[in-house]
């Protein structure tokens, strides 16, 4: 294991000596990003404060290093392993500066008092975190989604090697995310800083993780990289879902669909057609949709949501019983929508052109 910078052997967690989930394996490089998911409940917190020594473990030890993290000081794991929990801290009359500068509180010695480089270094993390116009703002006065980038930015001056996040981006909005996460992955690449965290966002966990743990019961269902786990009906399953699909080929999540015989059919394609899908399920219009190539921009959502899809296979011509059935399913339907630009469109697109003549004629093409 001399390899992984961080991992577990045979870790058992749990409260009360009970074990909640048992024999977990996890291995974890410098520089990688591992990320938790699973159903709430799971355990995934559970997991996350017995690495960092909020809860004993039942059985089994986590290692940094090689050393064992349970063996460590409280100054010596601080200065390897920062946190960023869900738990909301309360700090009384201190400044959002006051709170980062606390980052710094293993290295000040025993008076507690900071250098001109410890804050340089907590102005820097600031900054990194687009916090640095909070400086002079009452920590308890701001919105749980600053105070989510405050407390990074307190992590990130700690100067760890590994940092802890539970949910944390939990309370932010979307463009907070995306920056949050994009730090944590510049980090993780220019300063070797290796990540483990839990996240509710499994688009966003696919894209920047290295590593996913997958938790279900009592037990790590799966372990290895986004590629190995997303496969086809994996997280339906890990998720125990009753309502509604999750493409994760694509990360599309869809709700469920009209489940009638269709009343529209949608002539799409390239991507044109998946909002006009989403709209008539909103509306609980029931439809049909093709034909589409297997490879198609429209074809997840079209899986998801339509009656029926007509399919082609990806980089074949449009066979005569495609064209069939499609021209069945316009005659049962009350009206027919084209998304295409079939003016400007090739000859790839003569079988859809004959389609949306063959339904002007029958005066249902809108």
């Known amino acids: 294991m001399k390899e992984f910078y961080f991992y577990t052997e045979a ?16 291995c974890l490089k410098k520089g990688e990003i591992l990320t938790l998911i699973g159903p709430n409940g799971a355990g995934k917190t559970t997991i996350l404060k017995s690495i960092i020594r909020q ?10 290093e090689g050393q ?6 409280g100054n010596e794991l601080s200065k390897k392993l920062s946190v960023v929990l869900t738990e909301r801290v309360r700090p009384e009359l201190m400044t959002c500066e006051d709170v ?3 980052g710094r509180y293993p290295y000040t010695g025993r008076f507690g008092l900071l ?3 410890d804050w340089s270094l907590v102005r820097e993390a600031m900054e990194l975190v687009h916090v640095e116009e909070l400086r002079q703002r009452d920590f308890t006065k701001i919105s749980d989604g600053q105070k989510q980038r405050v407390m990074l930015a307190r992590a990130i001056c700690q100067e760890p090697d590994i940092i802890v996040l539970d949910e944390p981006t939990s309370f932010l909005d979307i463009r907070y995310k995306l920056e949050f996460l994009s730090i944590l992955q510049r980090m993780s690449r220019e300063k070797n800083l290796s990540v483990i965290m839990s996240l509710h966002e499994l ?3 696919g894209r920047i993780s290295h590593k996913l ?20 009906g994996y997280i339906s399953d890990l998720y125990g879902m009753t309502a509604g699909s999750y493409d994760e080929t694509t990360g599309n999540l869809e709700l469920e669909p009209v489940k009638r015989a269709p009343e529209v059919f949608v002539i799409a394609g390239n991507g044109s057609g998946t909002a006009l899908f989403r709209k008539l399920q909103r509306e609980g219009t029931s439809f049909a949709a093709g034909i589409l190539w297997e490879n198609d921009l429209d074809c997840p959502a079209a899986r998801a949501l339509a009656s029926e899809v007509i399919l082609e296979k990806a980089f074949c011509p449009i066979g005569a019983d495609k064209v069939r059935r499609a ?11 084209c998304t295409l630009e079939l003016e400007e469109a090739g000859e790839w697109a003569r079988e859809l052109k004959d389609l949306a003549r063959y339904a002007r004629e029958k005066r249902t093409l809108f």
Do not use: M
């Open 327 to 337: 021209k069945e399913l316009i005659d049962g339907c009350q009206r027919v929508i």
């Open 11 to 26: 870790l058992t967690v749990g409260y009360h000596g009970v074990p909640l989930i048992k024999n977990i394996e996890i």
């Open 100 to 102: 980062v500068a606390t």
């Open 68 to 73: 064992e993290i349970g063996k460590l000081s």
């Open 203 to 205: 688009e966003l966990a």
């Open 213 to 232: 743990l997958c938790v279900k019961g009592d037990k790590v269902d799966r372990f290895g990289t986004p590629e190995e786990i997303f496969t086809p």
């Open 115 to 117: 250098s001109r480089e």
């Open 55 to 64: 809860l004993e473990p039942i059985g089994g030890v986590a290692r940094l």
